[in-house]
């Protein structure tokens, strides 16, 4: 596609609930990234895929967050029993290999009530 | 660990003002610098970024950044701001890893109001 598209815009979900966010990169980009941006402040690493690879989860919070891209194009932030702590705009990004330069999506702002 | 500091939260600026906006940064090596800007309801957008030779370098929109290594510093200006300037802006160091990724390190941001 022309940009990174991410899924759902926004989400609204209850307290123990899953979640799950998908993002759509740029075709032919190889690596993919996901950052949470709390209200106020920079974006945060979570997490990185080169291919199907996960190349680093270190930004993960805690073992109820999981990301997977099984055919190295798409990839799923799944977050499992959600919490009002999780609530955030998670930004999916994308890039060439080795270019240096991340291209972003719009985000999934998740509110967990 | 690498940490990158902004340390304007808000800057409010008249239309056809200069604008600079800072930045520090902490990493270990040779840092890979990047500036986005985030218009509301926009996906991060990259202005300029600095990798190597020429400290000054050039982006799109008319902005510039200047890296000091001296001073830790690869701060944004503008000479003459537009309306649609009006933005949040955010710093970013780069720890590109061998295996090609990058992994960015964000500045809190700070957020510019253009008044006319």
């Known amino acids: 596609g022309a940009g990174v598209s991410q899924s759902p815009r926004y989400k609204v979900t209850k307290r123990g609930q899953d979640v799950a966010l998908r993002c759509d990169p740029i075709?032919?980009?190889?690596?993919l990234y996901w950052y949470r941006q709390a209200l106020g402040q920079g974006p945060e690493f979570l997490t990185y895929?080169?291919?199907?690879?996960?190349?680093?989860k270190s930004g993960l919070p805690n073992d109820r967050f999981s990301a997977e891209r099984p055919e190295g194009s798409i990839s799923t932030l799944t977050i499992q029993r959600t919490e009002q702590r999780d609530s955030a705009m998670y930004r999916c990004a994308s890039s060439f290999k080795g270019s240096g330069e991340l291209f972003f999506g719009e985000g999934s702002r998740l509110t967990v009530l | 660990a690498q940490s990158v500091t902004q340390p304007d939260i808000h800057i409010t600026v008249s239309e056809g003002a200069s604008l600079e906006l800072r930045c520090n940064y902490s990493?270990?090596?040779?840092?890979?610098l990047f500036w986005y800007v985030q218009s509301p309801g926009q996906g991060l957008q990259l202005l300029l970024k600095y990798f190597s030779g020429d400290t000054l370098v050039q982006g799109i929109k008319g902005f510039e950044a200047e890296f000091k290594r001296s001073q830790s510093s690869f701060n944004l200006r503008k000479p003459s701001v537009h309306w649609s300037d009006a933005a949040e802006y955010f710093c970013?160091?780069?720890?590109?890893?061998?295996?090609?990724?990058?992994?960015?390190?964000f500045g809190g941001g700070t957020r510019v109001l253009v008044k006319p």
């Open positions: 990493y270990g090596a040779t840092p890979y």
């Open positions: 970013a160091v780069g720890d590109v890893i061998k295996a090609a990724g990058n992994k960015l390190t």
């Open positions: 075709s032919g980009h190889v690596s």
């Open positions: 895929f080169n291919y199907e690879a996960q190349q680093d």
